[in-house]
T-cell receptor, first 115, second 114 residues
């Protein structure tokens, strides 16, 4: 089954304790992206990647890191989480070919609470 | 900077009526794509419809159609014959082909009344 898998689905942790949210897709998609969703703000793109070893900042990259060592995986790293990073996080992927835009396939989301 | 505006935070519509959800965008780029997604209360993001900036025809997918007015920079979603299952949050998004960045609007919460 074609899917984007995020882990964990839920996490409660404390300020300053490094954490990683994993994202994996099995559709051979080039484009992968992380978003955070906050009430009243919609989804905001954190980082995106158009292929292996290529990553770019979205609108809200501060406090986050990503890597794209393999095509299927795109982990989101919070080196020193803070309470303002409490949010619902989505990973998404899509094919990418020049300007042939394809819809994003979304994971089920990770609800992160930083105390 | 590019921007997406959804002016209706919430809407209530009677079942079986048509619904128009507004989306306007602000960009000086000529090449971009516009998406609509639905997010039910269960939380998943569901792709509905896509319109490319160079597409001459308005996109349609079943009961969904996109009223694309490029000169006005608007990409409104039209849902015909609304159903109770259409109650959800709806997001408009733009992808800039120049840098492949994606920007979402803040969403419109649609309530379909029986």
């Amino acid at each position: 089954e074609a899917q984007v898998t995020q882990n964990p689905r839920y996490l409660i942790t404390v300020t300053g304790k490094k954490l990683t949210v994993t994202c994996s897709q099995n559709m051979n998609h080039e484009y992968m992206s992380w978003y955070r969703q906050d009430p009243g703000l919609g989804l905001r793109q954190i980082y995106y990647s158009m292929n292996v070893e290529v990553t770019d900042k979205g609108d809200v990259p501060e406090g986050y890191k990503v890597s794209r060592k393999e095509k299927r995986n795109f982990p989101l790293i919070l080196e020193s989480p803070s309470p303002n990073q409490t949010s619902l996080y989505f990973c998404a992927s899509s094919f990418h070919q020049d300007s042939n835009n394809q819809p994003q396939h979304f994971g089920d989301g990770t609800r992160l609470s930083i105390l | 900077a590019q921007k997406i505006t959804q002016t209706q935070p919430g809407m209530f519509v009677q079942e079986k009526e048509a619904v128009t959800l507004d989306c306007t965008y602000d960009t000086s780029d000529q090449s971009y794509g516009l998406f609509w997604y639905k997010q039910p209360s269960s939380g998943e993001m569901i792709f509905l419809i896509y319109q490319g900036s160079y597409d001459e025809q308005n996109a349609t997918e079943g009961r969904y159609s996109l009223n694309f007015q490029k000169a006005r920079k608007s990409a409104n979603l039209v849902i015909s014959a609304s159903q109770l299952g259409d109650s959800a949050m709806y997001f408009c998004a733009i992808i800039m082909n120049r840098d492949d960045k994606i920007i979402f609007g803040k969403g419109t919460r649609l309530h379909i009344l029986p």
